[in-house]
C-alpha cells in the first residue's frame, strides 16, 4: 500500500515562491506514474502537474513555465516547484500516484495524500 505525504504549503505573496514535498512511502516513486493536483473552494481537483514513468514533466497551460516537477529517487519524494505565484493558485494541493502515464484525469490516480494547502494573497 503506497502512502504519500504532501509538506510546504502555505501563506505567501503574489509573485512569490513555494516548494511542495510529496514522500512516499511503500512504494518506489523510480517506475510509477506521479502527479499533483489542486483543488479551490466550491470547485473540482483538477491537474497541476506530472511525472511520466520514464521520468518526462508535463503541465496545465495554467502552469506552465511558473511550476516545475521533479522527483529525488534516493529520498523518494517528488517535488513541486512553484514560482510567480497568483492568487488564483490558491489551493489544497495533493499529490498522487497512478498506472496511466501521462494522465491528466483524477480516476487514473490510486494513491492520494492528504492534501496541503496553499494561499496565494493579492
Known amino acids: 500500500q503506497v502512502q504519500l505525504v504532501e509538506s510546504g504549503g502555505g501563506l505567501v505573496q503574489a509573485g512569490g515562491s513555494l516548494r511542495l514535498s510529496c514522500a512516499a512511502s511503500g512504494g518506489t516513486i523510480s517506475t510509477s506514474p506521479m502527479g499533483w493536483f489542486r483543488q479551490a473552494p466550491g470547485l473540482e481537483r483538477e491537474f497541476v502537474a506530472g511525472?511520466?514513468?520514464?521520468?518526462?514533466?508535463y503541465f496545465a497551460d495554467s502552469v506552465r513555465g511558473r511550476f516545475t516537477i521533479f522527483r529525488d529517487i534516493a529520498k523518494n519524494t517528488m517535488y513541486l516547484q512553484m514560482k510567480s505565484l497568483k492568487p488564483e493558485d490558491t489551493a489544497v494541493y495533493y499529490c498522487?500516484?497512478?498506472?496511466?502515464?501521462?494522465?491528466?484525469?483524477?480516476?487514473?490516480?490510486?494513491?492520494w495524500g492528504q492534501g496541503t494547502q496553499v494561499t496565494v494573497s493579492s
Open positions: 498522487a500516484a497512478g498506472y496511466n502515464s501521462g494522465s491528466r484525469r483524477t480516476y487514473d490516480y490510486d494513491y
Open positions: 511525472i511520466r514513468s520514464g521520468g518526462l514533466p
